[in-house]
């Protein structure tokens, strides 16, 4: 059983379309992130989300949005797409807060 | 804000050696430091975490050290395979008010 998955792999959209990537784990896990990893493959963090309220909040642009339907889910909503959120975006969760994260295997988004 | 970074950015070694991958922080009150690999294309594999009342962690071939007094965490790799080729990331699970950090990684290839 996958740990942590995403949906969809692979997302290729037009720039001002909204989308949605899913985010779902099975580890009885109480906290979730969402990172950025841009074209230099640097990782970020976005969102952490802990028994379902936010607690850390990047300076992302509020066209990101995550939300959470219960504890095993967060998925992310972007409005408004734009070029430079082209990336690869990741969801990841943990025990709690500061333990050992596990990762999903990615979203790759590409915005024309 | 929590800073990591990762020496060297880059590494290529023949097949058998043992190596060593460092990773440094500028904030010593560290909670945990957790090591990674990326393979390319795909999520991160959690490799090892230490715990801030810990030292080292071993897992086979790998072995991961924390000093927190100087700032840094080593991993090391025994009997390097070309299977172990990848992109090694140390990160603070827990980088403190400004969130999750994780250093920029070291991509090591191991010629068979």
């Known amino acids: 059983d996958t740990a942590v998955s995403q949906t969809p792999k692979y997302l290729v959209t037009q720039m001002g379309n909204d989308k949605s990537i899913k985010c779902e784990q099975n580890?009885?896990?109480?906290?979730m992130y969402w990172y950025k990893q841009d074209s230099k493959k640097f990782l970020k963090i976005m969102f952490s989300y802990n028994n379902k309220e936010l607690i850390i909040n990047e300076t992302v642009p509020n066209r990101f949005s995550p939300k959470s339907p219960d504890k095993a889910h967060l998925n992310l909503h972007i409005n408004s797409l734009e070029l430079g959120d082209s990336a690869v975006y990741f969801c990841a969760s943990s025990q709690d807060l500061g333990g050992e994260q596990f990762f999903g295997p990615g979203t790759r988004l590409t915005v024309l | 804000k929590q800073e990591v970074t990762q020496i060297p950015a880059a590494l290529s070694v023949p097949e058998g050696e043992n190596l060593v991958l460092n990773c440094s922080f500028t904030?010593?009150?560290?909670?945990?430091l957790q090591w990674f690999r990326q393979d390319p294309g795909k999520g991160l594999t959690s490799l090892l975490l230490i715990q801030s009342s810990q030292r080292e962690q071993t897992s086979g071939r790998l072995n991961a050290s924390l000093d927190k007094s100087s700032g840094r965490s080593t991993l090391y790799i025994a009997a390097s395979q070309p299977g172990d080729s990848a992109t090694y990331l140390c990160a603070d699970p827990w980088g403190g008010a400004d969130g999750l950090t994780f250093g920029k990684g070291t991509h090591l290839i191991i010629q068979p």
């Open positions: 580890l009885g896990h109480d906290t």
């Open positions: 904030d010593s009150a560290i909670y945990n």
